[in-house]
């Protein structure tokens, strides 16, 4: 069970990443559909963890979902949002070149939370009465405390972006009451690997347009600065080639 208290996990709490081979035990492997690449099928786990998560909200055909940020995990989520039957996807994203992917991958309103207004613009589009859903996909206190209060009478919250563990952000338990709005975390990929792995082989969720770099193993410190630097939206790892 993923919210077992002594969770193990490859490649965190045991040896398995940064490495050319990885051994696991044949329980835990998910075998690969054969028209599926090496670079798209390496997506599978974080795709799978967005499924949960999209799961978690529950998105129901017709609603307006809006998502707070969109690297890799808010643009997998906001297509699985579309999947599911969402009439209208709002993205707030800082960066030009992530808000143009959104616009790809058919996010209806775009806003550069910089200059423009998230609130304002999600009341534009829903005259007033607020999103259904919204999905914190960038994390941390700023985000988070945002997107309560974005959602309209009977919404709900995903905090699905990574908070530091100290971070606290303020409620209203009147919202809660007289609001109905629900409020609910999602953690890592249980039971949906296999619903991943068949979205990527289809098609229906597409995710080489999010990769900006493709580095060899040997490449690691310069990956690991490029996301520190937050110049890079997914980086592939490739082992099987030398940077030389």
Not at 18 to 24: A, E, L, M, N, Y
Not at 67 to 79: D, K, T, Y
Not at 168 to 177: G, L, Q, T
């Amino acid at each position: 069970m993923h919210l077992c208290r002594n969770l193990v996990a490859f490649g965190l709490t045991a040896d398995g990443g940064f490495s050319t081979h990885c051994s696991v035990p044949a329980r835990q492997a998910y075998k690969m559909p054969p028209n599926l690449s090496f670079e798209v099928g390496a997506m599978t786990e974080p795709v799978a963890c967005c499924v949960h998560g999209i799961e978690r909200a529950q998105v129901r055909p017709g609603e307006v979902v809006v998502l707070l940020g969109a690297g890799l995990i808010g643009l997998v989520m906001l297509q699985l949002a579309l999947l599911r039957g969402a009439s209208v996807a709002i993205v707030s994203e800082p960066s030009a070149e992530k808000r143009e992917l959104a616009a790809r991958f058919g996010a209806a309103v775009i806003v550069d939370p910089l200059h423009e207004s998230l609130e304002d613009a999600v009341k534009r589009a829903t005259d007033g009465y607020g999103a259904d859903v919204v999905i914190d996909c960038a994390g941390g206190p700023e985000t988070s405390q945002q997107a309560l209060g974005l959602p309209g009478e009977g919404g709900r919250v995903l905090l699905f972006g990574l908070s530091p563990p100290e971070a606290e952000v303020s409620i209203r338990p009147y919202d809660m009451y007289a609001r109905e709005i629900t409020v609910t975390g999602s953690f890592i990929n249980p039971f949906t690997q296999g619903t991943a792995l068949a979205l990527l082989a289809s098609g229906r969720v597409r995710v080489k347009e999010i990769v900006s770099h493709r580095l060899a193993l040997d490449e690691l410190p310069r990956a690991l600065e490029l996301l520190e630097t937050r110049q890079a939206r997914k980086i592939i790892m490739e082992p099987q080639r030398s940077s030389g």
